[in-house]
DNA sequence: AGCACGCCGACT
DNA sequence: GTCGGCGTGCTC
């Protein structure tokens, strides 16, 4: 009797392709294994994610598995369950998520490789060979390359058909090998070793706040927590959850935002509760991935600990999901596939009916909100000791610090002490302000900062594209002009240095502190006292390292708002309230803001230490905008090499985005300015909608047969 | 995603 | 006349 296997293949097709199953490979073919089959020209490592006895129903004959990878299945049925409902979740395919979170050396593909014959080495000497397939010929030599490789390397227009051209005259030799695919390592690590208090007593009343979700842990079932409070203690609740999950058999999967902190947390753990801790992340290097991936799927990781990618570690018989610091950013994956790893923990955690726990201090109004409907919100801690916040103006002056500010510098630093200053740098995008009243033009329609296009002397939102030429004058107070403003920090550094000579002032962005040596570098000079004074961008302050200080400045956060964005707010908001951190809490500390609004409610309900008034306006500018969490939005990008080919699809997704998008707002297109790569051309689209319902039924459709890049970003 | 097939402009 | 550009379509 025949078998026939359902098989995902790694490519981003929203289908599957079927295989017959050779009598000798069936007793290892199994759901969840890994299968080399030939599909067109080439050999790929697909997954069975299905087995049947009966032929499915095609005008053509089926291929056959060639090779079965694995005895034991590789994936569980649970954990394919997982990535197909984050697949639709994130509109990717299942496929080529499933296979991408895999270590590459699992992953098998045939390529063909190119080599010169002797023929090829007599024709590239005569007369009659082309430039171009003499340039090849030559860059050849004796070597093989892979025909991928040269056609990065070399950028000689239709190298194909001259590939076959060649190869038909003998000059070239064109072989298919299997062998493990070499995927690019991701950048080095940010390097830091961070001293965490750990604090593990844990109160009487704290133990009850969380007997929810030790119960949760018994009963099963999918139940989301948001444990809200400062880190020593949000740390003990963890140990106690992680242990209790241990206690009944259970795996724990931890997330943690930075790579960087969790090598001492789970040395911590390991000591501590004497718990094998896997750490799991995408900068180990092939052979550490390999192994962590081994010892996950052999059951030896009770505790399995990383960053993001993280979440998509193989674990069997998981009992609880950790999330600490859940309104971290670098929880977003923004390259493809696109992923929030808060929100897949939580699809997750409903796939596995097991308790989801988010930890933060200060919340996303994202969680909060999906929690509170949810599950359960659990606050604790008073807030721990606050350092005084002082808010100083620096409207309609000209001067880069505000005296208040160079007041104090002068102060602490005749105290001896050490200063951190952070430039919240534009340099994303470009905006424009009033000199005089401070408006900032905003658009009409989404209520984001327009952007300023210099070229064409124009604003434009980021969103829906609505343009307005540059006023002469400003249109809120009518006296005065719109000009371009934020200090970077060269300029910030300049002015300290001329203010106080002697002192050393030193600068934190990329241009100084750009590789992970200088960075050490740097922060090794401030800990040693051989700097006064550290002007450092956000980079700095990702930085969790630092020895605290007494005194730091954060100039001018506002700049923050102009993102064309609208987690703006939330983040700006985020950003001060991660920079306590770096302030000693032993001591009596002061944290002075500079900013042209004091008013502001992010920056004056920071201040003032009132972070549910800020999170009720936060919710109430998302509801009132359809911003999620009150509503869906999701951001289309389509991206090609040639302005044309972008303008077609974008055509085209426009006319059926007007054809049939009931209940679904839809903006756009407006270009991308701010395109990293350069030459490429970038068209965004977004779509809002009250919920998921609409844009599930309408999505797919609309991106089936769009064959340019494309990445879809879903918020909230 | 690859990779081949197939149809129109500038050149050995 | 061919070469070689890239649109289009298919892969079990």
């Known amino acids: 009797m025949t078998v026939y296997a359902e098989i995902l293949l790694p490519l981003p097709l929203n289908r599957t392709f ?30 069975i994610i299905g087995l049947k006895d009966e032929e499915p129903t095609f ?4 291929k056959g598995i060639e090779r079965i990878l694995d005895e034991k299945p590789f994936f569980s049925v649970s954990y394919l369950a997982f990535t197909k409902a984050a697949s639709r979740y994130y509109f990717s395919a299942w496929g080529e998520l499933l296979l991408s979170a895999l270590p590459a050396s699992f992953i098998f593909e045939s390529r ?12 590239a000497a005569s007369d009659s060979a082309g430039p171009r397939e003499k340039d090849l010929l030559l860059f050849l030599g004796e070597k093989t390359y892979s025909s991928t490789y040269l056609k990065r390397t070399l950028k000689i227009s239709g190298l194909v058909s001259i590939i076959n051209r060649l190869e038909k005259k003998g000059c070239l030799e064109v072989l298919t090998e299997v062998g493990k695919v070499k995927r690019r390592r991701t950048a080095a690590p940010s390097p830091s070793s961070l001293q965490m208090e750990m604090d593990y007593s844990l109160d009487e009343g704290l133990l ?39 206690r009944r058999n259970k795996n724990v999967l931890f997330l943690s935002p930075e790579i960087a902190a969790t090598e001492p947390w789970r040395e911590a753990l390991e000591k501590k509760i004497g718990l094998t801790v896997v750490p799991f992340h995408s900068r180990m290097t092939e052979k550490e991935r390999e192994l962590s991936w081994r010892s996950i799927r052999r059951g030896e990781a009770p505790v399995v600990f990383g960053p993001r990618s993280a979440l998509f570690a193989p674990l069997d018989n998981l009992g609880l999901i950790v999330v600490d610091e859940e309104a971290d950013e670098s929880y977003m994956q923004w390259e493809n596939p696109v992923f929030d790893a808060r929100r897949g923990a939580w699809i997750r955690g409903q796939v596995e009916r097991i308790p989801v ?15 509170e409907e949810e599950g359960r919100v659990i606050s604790f801690g008073s807030g721990g000791v606050r350092p005084s916040v002082q808010v100083v103006s620096s409207r309609s002056r000209k001067e880069i610090l505000a005296r208040p500010l160079i007041t104090a510098v002068r102060r602490f630093l005749e105290q001896g002490e050490h200063i951190l200053i952070f430039v919240g740098k534009r340099g994303f995008a470009s905006y424009l302000i009033c000199s005089a009243c401070g408006f900032v033009p905003r658009c009409p329609k989404c209520r984001i900062s327009l952007t300023y296009h210099k070229g064409i002397r124009r604003l434009v939102c980021h969103y829906c594209n609505i343009q307005q030429p540059q006023p002469d004058r400003c249109p809120s107070c009518g006296k005065g002009d719109l000009r371009g403003r934020g200090a970077g920090t060269e300029v910030v550094e300049e002015e300290l240095k001329r203010l106080f000579p002697g002192r050393t002032v030193e600068r934190f962005d990329s241009d100084t502190a750009g590789t992970s040596g200088k960075q050490k570098t740097l922060i090794r000079h401030f800990e040693r006292g051989k700097i006064d004074i550290l002007v450092g961008t956000r980079l700095l302050a990702h930085q969790v390292n630092l020895a605290p200080v007494t005194f730091l400045a954060v100039l001018n956060p506002e700049v923050m708002l102009t993102l064309p964005d609208f987690q703006a707010g939330q983040r700006a908001f985020l950003y001060l309230s991660r920079l306590i951190r770096f302030l000693d809490g032993e001591k009596k500390s002061l944290y002075m803001i500079q900013s042209d ?17 800020y999170l009720a306006g936060e919710r109430e500018f998302r509801e009132l905008m359809g911003y999620p969490p009150s509503g869906q939005m999701i951001e289309l990008l389509l991206s090609g090499d040639t302005p044309r080919s972008v303008s077609a699809a974008s055509r085209l997704v426009l006319s059926r985005l007007k054809a049939e998008t009931e209940g679904v707002e839809v903006l756009g ?31 797919p459709g609309i991106l089936e047969g769009i064959s340019i890049r494309k990445k879809v970003i879903v918020h909230g």
């Open 597 to 613: 609004f004091p008013e502001l409610p992010v920056i004056d309900r920071f201040a003032a230490g009132d972070t549910e008034t």
């Open 112 to 123: 063909t490789r190119v080599r010169r014959t002797e023929r090829g080495a007599e024709y």
């Open 357 to 371: 726990v988010y930890g933060a201090h200060v919340p996303t109004v994202e969680t909060l909100a999906l929690v």
């Open 59 to 62: 005008d053509f004959d089926l």
């Open 18 to 47: 079927y295989y017959t199953v050779p009598p000798d490979l069936a007793p290892a073919a199994v759901v969840g294994a890994r299968a080399l089959v030939p599909f067109h020209r080439r050999r790929l490592t697909g997954i």
């Open 669 to 699: 297109p407006s270009f991308v300015s701010r395109a990293r790569i350069a030459g490429l051309h970038k068209v965004q689209f977004v779509l809002k909608a009250p919920d998921r319902q609409e844009i599930d039924t309408v999505l």
């Open 208 to 246: 009850q706040s969380i007997r929810p979700i030790v119960d949760s842990l018994s009963a099963g079932g999918f139940q989301p927590y948001l444990l809200r409070g400062p880190a020593a203690e949000r740390e003990g609740i963890y140990r106690v959850l992680i242990q209790e999950a241990r």
